[in-house]
């Protein structure tokens, strides 16, 4: 059970990722990150890999957790919870909603979207969130069943290389055309409160925040290399 549009409403997500290799990828160091966010107001957090969904979920029994699996395949340029063993496994983790690529791109072994998300929702009717690079790729998500869209894939796609996120130009067209009842996420690039603030007034339900809060190698690296610049 979700919680209302009440409590989500013009809240904040914080994605507590880590990349591979660093010591922050521990799922003891992940889950204190997250259960921090939380106490400290957010309403949801985005977690990777099944792992790290288990335990935030342990830690923090009544989290929202939006989950996904980043895999790769040598066939596709998808690896957002590409494919149906990657969404089983993450449901299974305990995500509350399972976010996706839906672009329009191919997808591993040939796996097709729409069946996908078909699956997802007959089978373990499970909330989905779209993520995506464009207003025709959300809106497409959005008819063939998810029930939340974000705009985490701008400017990181192939189509959308010369772009730069965060997709602030994506949220008008898709608030408006989408129904009310789909959840209009800004992700990607979101670096302030003031740029939250502002992907809010454009039409965003939601924002998620990652790198700029719980991004500690990147921002640290960052620093490092802004200093000796």
């Not at 700029?212 to 802004?226: E, P």
């Amino acid at each position: 059970m979700l919680p209302s549009n009440e409590v989500l409403d013009q809240g904040l997500i914080v994605s507590v990722q880590a990349p591979p290799g660093s010591p922050m990828r521990d799922p003891d160091v992940i889950a204190a990150m997250a259960d921090t966010s939380l106490r400290n107001g957010a309403v949801g957090v985005r977690l990777e890999s099944p792992e790290h969904i288990g335990a935030v979920r342990r830690r923090c029994p009544d989290a929202l957790i939006i989950g996904l699996w980043k895999c790769t395949f040598p066939d596709s340029s998808v690896y957002i919870t590409p494919g149906w063993r990657e969404i089983q496994t993450v449901w299974s983790a305990g995500a509350d909603v399972i976010a996706i690529d839906a672009t329009a791109r191919p997808r591993p072994e040939r796996q097709e979207l729409e069946d996908l998300i078909q699956r997802a929702r007959v089978e373990l009717r499970a909330p989905l969130m779209a993520d995506v690079d464009s207003v025709e790729n959300g809106l497409r998500a959005a008819s063939l069943g998810c029930d939340w869209v974000g705009t985490t894939l701008f400017g990181y796609t192939e189509e959308t290389s010369g772009q730069q996120p965060p997709g602030l130009s994506l949220l008008p067209d898709l608030r408006h055309q989408l129904k009310t009842s789909v959840r209009l996420i800004c992700e990607g690039g979101i670096s302030s409160p003031d740029a939250a603030r502002s992907a809010l007034k454009a039409g965003a339900d939601n924002v998620v925040v990652g790198t700029a809060i719980t991004g500690v190698d990147l921002q640290v690296a960052a620093y490092c290399r802004g200093m000796a610049g």
